[in-house]
């Protein structure tokens, strides 16, 4: 039985919390947006002439909508775009959260997972340290580090929930570098 040396699941932390308020906050633009664009004035009825102790009602102004139609139909679809991108980031963020990365003695396998809109680009690797040809770390702040890896002429990409320096060890080792 092979031995298990480190096992990854998903994406850092750091990167869902990011994602995950940025999706919520698109959406709740888009929603504001909508709201604002339907927006109507006060209506004011006017009344005049107290003939005989009773005003008489004269119309009304104001009333209509606060903003033109080519800027209520602007701001609606801003607000649509806005909320279809919020749904949209947090699709691709759940499907990159099936990442998973399994170190073992004689070989690195895992699958690496992109979310693009709806559909999820998988990538399942099954790697001998004999067959790498180069090892990087790649520092994000934003969305934390992963390894890439070079071997069989393509690149494959680690997704890592933590840890990338203490996996890029333990590779390192096994390789005899």
Known sequence: MEKLLYES?????KSKRINTICCVFAVIC?????????????????????????????????????????????????????????IIAFCNMLSS?????????????GLS???LFFFTLRKEYDIEYSEI??????????????I?????GERYGLILEEDADKVLEIIMSRMGK
């Open 30 to 86: 888009g929603i504001v947006l909508i709201v604002l664009s339907n927006l109507k004035r006060k209506t004011i009825d006017f009344y005049g002439g107290a003939a005989g102790g009773y005003q008489s009602w004269m119309g009304q102004r104001g009333g209509g909508y606060l903003l033109s139609e080519s800027g209520r139909k602007a701001l609606m679809i801003i607000g649509i775009i806005a909320i279809a991108f919020g």
């Open 113 to 115: 997972c992109a979310g």
């Open 148 to 152: 890439s890896i070079r071997a069989h």
């Open 9 to 13: 699941r998903g994406i850092a932390r």
């Open 133 to 146: 040809e180069h090892i990087q770390i790649v520092r994000n702040p934003m969305y934390g580090d992963s």
């Open 97 to 109: 959260n099936k990442s998973y990365v399994k170190i073992y003695e004689d070989h690195i396998k």
